[in-house]
């Protein structure tokens, strides 16, 4: 995907997710003076948030595989760096805050991300976890073509990796892990056809698949395209796929 589509990618991924997360992580105590790391920060709405958030004492560390859109942000409380989550120098004990969005979904050792989230911690700090899954959405009132291409797009992702089950597991999976204060909430949205929220972002999902979707033989061009003209058309509604926000505490060392 080349540099201008993914910003545009991120960009609709920021608009339909960053008001769930700045009320969640607002509502979690995110305040001046603390240190936070965002891991998987992407286009860096949130680690700019971040860093607004804990200035002018605080600090955030925002990390991704691809860092080129963070390191553009003139946030002076702000460091980015590159850096892959199962790294050896992935940082440990260190935060008051550890954040990840839209990141272990995509992870086939998710659980071994969030253990590994949990360790950046200091004992007593605030992990927040983001993923879309549960309920998988769609059209309000969907065609045949739309169900063919809901069922052969989560068929193809979910053999590369995805678990639509996961997000809803992931508190659970907190607490297995010995963090306090677990809790966790969803949300979806309702919107029509357009260019922009969770039918953007589901433009965006079948366009990367659709090689992959029409490889396996069960499904036409004619249908995925029929598919996405409703997700353009202001006259069809739609549901958004659930999204998760779950969140513990380390425990404070007796």
Not at 95 to 112: G, I, K, N, S
Not at 222 to 236: G, K, N, S, W
């Amino acid at each position: 995907m080349g540099w201008e589509r993914e910003r545009e990618r991120l960009t609709a991924n920021e608009q339909f997710w960053d008001p769930f997360s700045v009320r969640i992580l607002g509502q979690l105590g995110i305040a001046e003076g603390m240190r936070v790391l965002d891991v998987g920060a992407g286009g860096g709405t949130m680690s700019q948030w971040f860093a607004r958030r804990v200035a002018p004492s605080g600090s955030v560390l925002a990390v991704d595989l691809d860092p080129r859109f963070i390191m553009a942000l003139d946030e002076p409380n702000l460091e980015a760096q590159q850096m892959d989550l199962f790294a050896d120098e992935f940082p440990r004990d260190s935060f008051d805050a550890v954040h990840a969005r839209c990141l272990l979904e995509h992870l086939p050792e998710r659980l071994r991300g969030l253990e590994r989230l949990i360790g950046a911690a200091r004992p007593g700090g605030l992990v927040a976890v983001c993923d879309f899954g549960g309920d998988l959405g769609g059209p309000v009132y969907p065609t045949p073509d739309d169900l063919r291409v809901q069922k052969v797009f989560f068929a193809v992702v979910n053999e590369a990796g995805w678990d639509h089950n996961w997000a809803p597991m992931i508190a659970e999976h907190m607490r297995q892990l010995g963090l306090e204060q677990v809790d966790a909430e969803s949300f979806r949205r309702y919107t029509v056809g357009g260019e922009t929220g969770s039918v953007r972002i589901n433009q965006f999902s079948i366009g990367v698949a659709r090689d992959r979707m029409l490889a396996t033989g069960t499904i036409t061009a004619d249908q995925i395209d029929a598919c996405l003209a409703r997700l353009c058309d202001p006259t069809v509604g739609h549901l958004s796929c659930e999204t998760w926000y779950a969140w513990g505490r380390r425990p404070v060392a007796a």
